[in-house]
Protein backbone atom coordinates (compact mmCIF):
# COMPACT_ATOMS: atom_id res chain seq x y z
CA UNK A 1 0.00 0.00 0.00
CA UNK A 2 1.74 2.99 -1.18
CA UNK A 3 2.20 5.99 1.35
CA UNK A 4 0.35 9.00 0.71
CA UNK A 5 1.23 13.09 1.67
CA UNK A 6 -2.05 14.43 0.76
CA UNK A 7 -2.10 18.43 0.32
CA UNK A 8 -5.14 20.35 0.02
CA UNK A 9 -7.43 23.00 2.26
CA UNK A 10 -11.09 23.66 1.43
CA UNK A 11 -14.30 21.77 1.23
CA UNK A 12 -13.78 20.92 -2.49
CA UNK A 13 -10.86 18.52 -1.07
CA UNK A 14 -12.54 16.48 1.60
CA UNK A 15 -14.23 13.87 -0.99
CA UNK A 16 -10.35 13.40 -2.26
CA UNK A 17 -9.07 12.66 0.93
CA UNK A 18 -11.62 10.68 2.48
CA UNK A 19 -11.66 8.71 -0.63
CA UNK A 20 -7.64 8.36 0.02
CA UNK A 21 -7.85 7.20 3.24
CA UNK A 22 -10.44 4.23 2.47
CA UNK A 23 -8.02 2.85 0.02
CA UNK A 24 -4.31 4.27 0.89
CA UNK A 25 -2.31 4.48 3.89
CA UNK A 26 -2.23 8.49 4.44
CA UNK A 27 0.67 9.41 6.90
CA UNK A 28 0.29 13.51 6.55
CA UNK A 29 -1.61 16.11 5.53
CA UNK A 30 -0.66 19.58 4.70
CA UNK A 31 -3.10 22.29 4.58
CA UNK A 32 -3.00 26.33 4.83
CA UNK A 33 -2.66 27.43 8.58
CA UNK A 34 -5.58 28.20 10.78
CA UNK A 35 -7.42 31.73 9.87
CA UNK A 36 -9.70 33.71 10.74
CA UNK A 37 -13.29 33.53 8.60
CA UNK A 38 -16.87 34.29 9.15
CA UNK A 39 -18.25 37.48 10.38
CA UNK A 40 -17.06 37.58 14.08
CA UNK A 41 -13.69 36.45 11.97
CA UNK A 42 -12.73 33.86 14.22
CA UNK A 43 -9.82 31.40 13.78
CA UNK A 44 -10.94 28.10 11.94
CA UNK A 45 -9.22 25.04 10.58
CA UNK A 46 -10.22 24.57 7.34
CA UNK A 47 -12.11 21.47 6.59
CA UNK A 48 -9.14 19.53 5.47
CA UNK A 49 -7.02 19.92 8.67
CA UNK A 50 -10.67 18.85 10.62
CA UNK A 51 -10.68 15.82 8.41
CA UNK A 52 -7.13 14.85 9.30
CA UNK A 53 -7.34 15.25 13.05
CA UNK A 54 -10.61 12.80 13.34
CA UNK A 55 -8.36 10.17 11.62
CA UNK A 56 -5.20 10.68 13.61
CA UNK A 57 -3.10 11.81 10.90
CA UNK A 58 0.12 13.92 11.73
CA UNK A 59 -0.68 17.76 9.88
CA UNK A 60 1.81 20.39 8.45
CA UNK A 61 0.79 24.06 7.99
CA UNK A 62 3.49 25.95 6.61
CA UNK A 63 3.25 29.57 6.34
CA UNK A 64 4.99 29.01 2.99
CA UNK A 65 6.00 25.68 1.62
CA UNK A 66 8.99 26.58 -0.17
CA UNK A 67 10.74 27.32 3.72
CA UNK A 68 13.55 24.96 4.80
CA UNK A 69 11.86 23.33 8.06
CA UNK A 70 8.68 22.19 5.80
CA UNK A 71 10.75 20.98 3.49
CA UNK A 72 12.72 18.91 5.69
CA UNK A 73 9.47 18.07 7.64
CA UNK A 74 8.15 16.52 4.44
CA UNK A 75 11.31 14.51 3.99
CA UNK A 76 11.17 12.93 7.43
CA UNK A 77 7.83 11.33 6.47
CA UNK A 78 9.27 9.64 3.66
CA UNK A 79 6.20 9.68 1.38
CA UNK A 80 5.57 7.09 -1.49
CA UNK A 81 3.42 10.22 -3.29
CA UNK A 82 1.42 13.30 -3.28
CA UNK A 83 -1.99 13.79 -4.13
CA UNK A 84 -2.97 17.24 -4.38
CA UNK A 85 -6.51 18.80 -4.48
CA UNK A 86 -6.68 22.69 -3.88
CA UNK A 87 -4.09 23.27 -1.94
CA UNK A 88 -3.76 27.22 -2.08
CA UNK A 89 0.03 27.47 -2.36
CA UNK A 90 2.36 26.53 -5.76
CA UNK A 91 4.96 23.62 -5.00
CA UNK A 92 8.26 24.89 -6.18
CA UNK A 93 10.55 21.32 -7.49
CA UNK A 94 12.65 20.95 -4.71
CA UNK A 95 9.34 20.04 -2.82
CA UNK A 96 7.97 17.99 -6.14
CA UNK A 97 10.74 15.56 -6.21
CA UNK A 98 10.83 14.67 -2.72
CA UNK A 99 8.55 11.13 -3.33
CA UNK A 100 9.57 9.08 -5.86
CA UNK A 101 6.47 8.41 -7.49
CA UNK A 102 6.06 12.65 -8.01
CA UNK A 103 2.99 15.13 -7.19
CA UNK A 104 -0.67 14.66 -8.62
CA UNK A 105 -3.29 16.92 -8.72
CA UNK A 106 -7.12 16.67 -8.89
CA UNK A 107 -7.78 19.49 -11.11
CA UNK A 108 -11.84 20.53 -12.13
CA UNK A 109 -11.28 21.36 -15.31
CA UNK A 110 -10.69 19.26 -18.78
CA UNK A 111 -6.91 20.62 -18.87
CA UNK A 112 -5.47 22.88 -20.50
CA UNK A 113 -8.16 24.77 -20.72
CA UNK A 114 -9.06 26.84 -17.53
CA UNK A 115 -5.42 26.40 -15.75
CA UNK A 116 -5.14 28.33 -12.80
CA UNK A 117 -7.18 29.01 -9.45
CA UNK A 118 -10.81 29.35 -10.13
CA UNK A 119 -11.70 26.94 -13.48
CA UNK A 120 -15.39 26.04 -11.89
CA UNK A 121 -16.39 29.85 -12.11
CA UNK A 122 -14.92 30.10 -14.99
CA UNK A 123 -16.50 27.23 -17.06
CA UNK A 124 -19.74 28.65 -15.81
CA UNK A 125 -18.87 32.26 -17.18
CA UNK A 126 -17.36 31.36 -20.52
CA UNK A 127 -20.85 29.33 -21.03
CA UNK A 128 -18.91 26.25 -21.62
CA UNK A 129 -21.44 22.90 -22.33
CA UNK A 130 -19.48 20.69 -20.58
CA UNK A 131 -16.12 20.51 -17.96
CA UNK A 132 -14.58 18.16 -15.93
CA UNK A 133 -11.64 16.63 -13.96
CA UNK A 134 -7.98 16.04 -14.57
CA UNK A 135 -5.73 13.59 -12.88
CA UNK A 136 -2.68 15.16 -13.54
CA UNK A 137 1.32 14.72 -12.87
CA UNK A 138 3.07 18.02 -11.46
CA UNK A 139 5.44 20.32 -12.53
CA UNK A 140 6.81 23.83 -11.36
CA UNK A 141 4.52 25.48 -14.06
CA UNK A 142 0.47 26.48 -13.27
CA UNK A 143 -1.28 23.22 -14.27
CA UNK A 144 0.98 22.42 -16.86
CA UNK A 145 2.10 19.16 -16.32
CA UNK A 146 1.08 15.87 -17.94
CA UNK A 147 -2.31 13.93 -17.45
CA UNK A 148 -3.18 11.11 -16.20
CA UNK A 149 -7.18 10.57 -16.92
CA UNK A 150 -9.83 12.77 -17.66
CA UNK A 151 -13.35 12.64 -17.19
CA UNK A 152 -16.02 15.22 -18.23
CA UNK A 153 -19.15 16.26 -17.51
CA UNK A 154 -22.28 18.90 -19.03
CA UNK A 155 -22.69 21.68 -17.41
CA UNK A 156 -26.78 22.03 -16.43
CA UNK A 157 -28.29 25.36 -17.92
CA UNK A 158 -28.97 26.54 -14.30
CA UNK A 159 -25.70 25.24 -12.93
CA UNK A 160 -24.13 27.27 -10.01
CA UNK A 161 -20.62 27.73 -8.79
CA UNK A 162 -21.97 25.59 -5.57
CA UNK A 163 -23.69 23.03 -7.65
CA UNK A 164 -20.99 22.52 -10.27
CA UNK A 165 -18.42 22.41 -7.07
CA UNK A 166 -20.00 19.60 -5.32
CA UNK A 167 -20.61 17.50 -8.43
CA UNK A 168 -16.53 17.94 -9.35
CA UNK A 169 -15.74 17.57 -6.24
CA UNK A 170 -17.05 13.71 -5.74
CA UNK A 171 -15.96 13.18 -9.43
CA UNK A 172 -12.23 14.25 -8.63
CA UNK A 173 -12.36 11.50 -5.72
CA UNK A 174 -14.17 8.82 -7.98
CA UNK A 175 -11.66 9.42 -10.77
CA UNK A 176 -8.12 9.84 -8.61
CA UNK A 177 -9.07 6.66 -6.46
CA UNK A 178 -9.45 4.85 -9.67
CA UNK A 179 -6.25 6.60 -11.30
CA UNK A 180 -3.40 6.34 -8.27
CA UNK A 181 -3.27 2.77 -8.58
CA UNK A 182 -2.68 2.38 -12.47
CA UNK A 183 0.06 5.06 -11.84
CA UNK A 184 1.59 3.50 -9.34
CA UNK A 185 2.37 0.79 -10.92
CA UNK A 186 3.33 2.02 -13.97
CA UNK A 187 0.00 0.95 -16.35
CA UNK A 188 -0.98 4.51 -16.38
CA UNK A 189 1.38 6.89 -18.17
CA UNK A 190 1.22 10.50 -18.11
CA UNK A 191 0.79 12.23 -21.52
CA UNK A 192 1.82 15.84 -22.36
CA UNK A 193 -1.46 18.40 -22.36
CA UNK A 194 -2.48 19.78 -26.11
CA UNK A 195 -0.30 22.62 -27.22
CA UNK A 196 -3.88 24.18 -28.18
CA UNK A 197 -6.97 25.50 -26.71
CA UNK A 198 -4.58 26.47 -23.44
CA UNK A 199 -7.06 29.07 -21.24
CA UNK A 200 -6.60 30.31 -17.67
CA UNK A 201 -8.70 31.22 -14.93
CA UNK A 202 -7.26 33.61 -12.36
CA UNK A 203 -7.95 33.71 -8.51
CA UNK A 204 -11.16 35.71 -8.26
CA UNK A 205 -11.43 38.86 -6.03
CA UNK A 206 -14.14 39.72 -4.53
CA UNK A 207 -14.71 43.29 -6.30
CA UNK A 208 -15.21 41.16 -9.50
CA UNK A 209 -18.86 40.36 -8.51
CA UNK A 210 -19.83 44.02 -9.51
CA UNK A 211 -22.16 43.77 -12.13
CA UNK A 212 -21.18 46.07 -15.32
CA UNK A 213 -24.91 46.49 -17.46
CA UNK A 214 -23.34 47.51 -20.30
CA UNK A 215 -22.59 43.79 -20.88
CA UNK A 216 -25.21 41.91 -22.64
CA UNK A 217 -27.79 40.00 -19.92
CA UNK A 218 -26.62 36.48 -20.92
CA UNK A 219 -23.00 37.60 -19.86
CA UNK A 220 -24.17 38.74 -16.77
CA UNK A 221 -26.82 35.81 -15.82
CA UNK A 222 -24.02 33.38 -16.50
CA UNK A 223 -21.61 35.80 -13.71
CA UNK A 224 -24.52 35.77 -11.10
CA UNK A 225 -24.28 31.99 -11.46
CA UNK A 226 -20.62 31.28 -11.54
CA UNK A 227 -20.31 33.42 -8.45
CA UNK A 228 -22.66 31.66 -6.41
CA UNK A 229 -22.23 31.73 -3.69
CA UNK A 230 -18.66 33.57 -3.54
CA UNK A 231 -17.93 35.83 -4.37
CA UNK A 232 -21.52 36.90 -4.94
CA UNK A 233 -22.63 39.49 -8.01
CA UNK A 234 -23.93 43.50 -6.54
CA UNK A 235 -24.25 46.33 -7.89
CA UNK A 236 -25.65 49.62 -6.33
CA UNK A 237 -29.10 51.88 -5.53
CA UNK A 238 -28.87 55.13 -3.98
CA UNK A 239 -25.65 55.06 -2.54
CA UNK A 240 -26.33 51.00 -1.07
CA UNK A 241 -25.01 47.97 -2.37
CA UNK A 242 -27.54 45.72 -3.59
CA UNK A 243 -26.79 42.07 -4.61
CA UNK A 244 -28.24 40.63 -7.13
CA UNK A 245 -28.68 36.78 -6.75
CA UNK A 246 -30.66 35.07 -9.60
CA UNK A 247 -32.34 36.23 -12.81
CA UNK A 248 -33.11 35.18 -16.32
CA UNK A 249 -32.77 36.53 -19.49
CA UNK A 250 -35.68 38.07 -21.58
CA UNK A 251 -35.88 39.94 -24.61
CA UNK A 252 -36.51 43.85 -24.09
CA UNK A 253 -34.43 46.83 -24.07
CA UNK A 254 -33.55 49.34 -21.70
CA UNK A 255 -30.85 51.94 -20.69
CA UNK A 256 -28.10 49.68 -18.80
CA UNK A 257 -28.82 49.51 -15.60
CA UNK A 258 -32.73 50.61 -15.85
CA UNK A 259 -35.29 49.12 -13.89
CA UNK A 260 -38.10 48.19 -16.06
CA UNK A 261 -41.64 46.43 -15.34
CA UNK A 262 -42.36 44.02 -18.16
CA UNK A 263 -45.23 41.05 -18.92
CA UNK A 264 -42.70 38.44 -17.45
CA UNK A 265 -41.63 40.38 -13.93
CA UNK A 266 -39.48 43.58 -13.17
CA UNK A 267 -36.30 43.80 -15.87
CA UNK A 268 -33.09 45.50 -15.54
CA UNK A 269 -31.77 47.36 -18.64
CA UNK A 270 -28.02 45.50 -20.46
CA UNK A 271 -25.96 45.92 -22.99
CA UNK A 272 -28.35 43.34 -24.81
CA UNK A 273 -31.29 42.21 -23.94
CA UNK A 274 -32.99 42.51 -20.24
CA UNK A 275 -32.17 40.55 -17.17
CA UNK A 276 -35.27 39.57 -14.98
CA UNK A 277 -34.29 39.53 -11.67
CA UNK A 278 -35.47 37.33 -9.51
CA UNK A 279 -33.78 37.28 -6.23
CA UNK A 280 -31.83 40.28 -4.58
CA UNK A 281 -30.92 41.53 -1.29
CA UNK A 282 -29.60 45.15 0.64
CA UNK A 283 -26.75 45.53 2.17
CA UNK A 284 -27.36 43.87 5.88
CA UNK A 285 -30.91 42.72 5.01
CA UNK A 286 -32.06 39.11 4.25
CA UNK A 287 -32.52 38.21 0.89
CA UNK A 288 -35.88 38.58 -0.77
CA UNK A 289 -38.03 37.54 -4.26
CA UNK A 290 -38.39 40.22 -6.57
CA UNK A 291 -42.04 40.20 -5.50
CA UNK A 292 -41.39 40.87 -1.63
CA UNK A 293 -38.70 43.57 -2.13
CA UNK A 294 -40.71 45.39 -4.87
CA UNK A 295 -43.55 45.67 -2.42
CA UNK A 296 -41.17 47.39 0.37
CA UNK A 297 -39.47 49.63 -1.98
CA UNK A 298 -42.11 50.80 -3.93
CA UNK A 299 -38.87 53.07 -5.63
CA UNK A 300 -37.09 50.22 -7.26
CA UNK A 301 -39.01 50.23 -10.59
CA UNK A 302 -38.31 52.91 -12.60
CA UNK A 303 -34.25 53.33 -10.48
CA UNK A 304 -31.17 53.78 -12.65
CA UNK A 305 -29.07 51.04 -11.13
CA UNK A 306 -25.03 51.59 -10.83
CA UNK A 307 -24.75 55.13 -10.71
Known amino acids: MAK ?15 GLIAHHEVIGVVTQPDRPAGRNRQVQMSPIKQVALQHNIPVLQPEKIRRAEAIAELRQWQPDVYVVAAFGQILPQVVLDIPPHGSINVHASLLPRWRGAAPIQAAIRA ?17 TGPMLSQRAIPLAPDETGASLHDKLALLGAELLIETLPGYLAGSIQPQPQPEDGVTFAPQIEKEAGLIDWTQDAATIE ?22 ILAGTVIAGSAAPGQVVQEREGIGIG ?21 EEFVRGQLAFTGARLGT
Open 4 to 18: VVFMGTPDFAVQTLT
Open 127 to 143: GDAQTGITIMQMDAGLD
Open 222 to 243: RLIRAFTPWPGTYTTWNGEQLK
Open 270 to 290: TGKDLLCVARLQLAGRKALSI
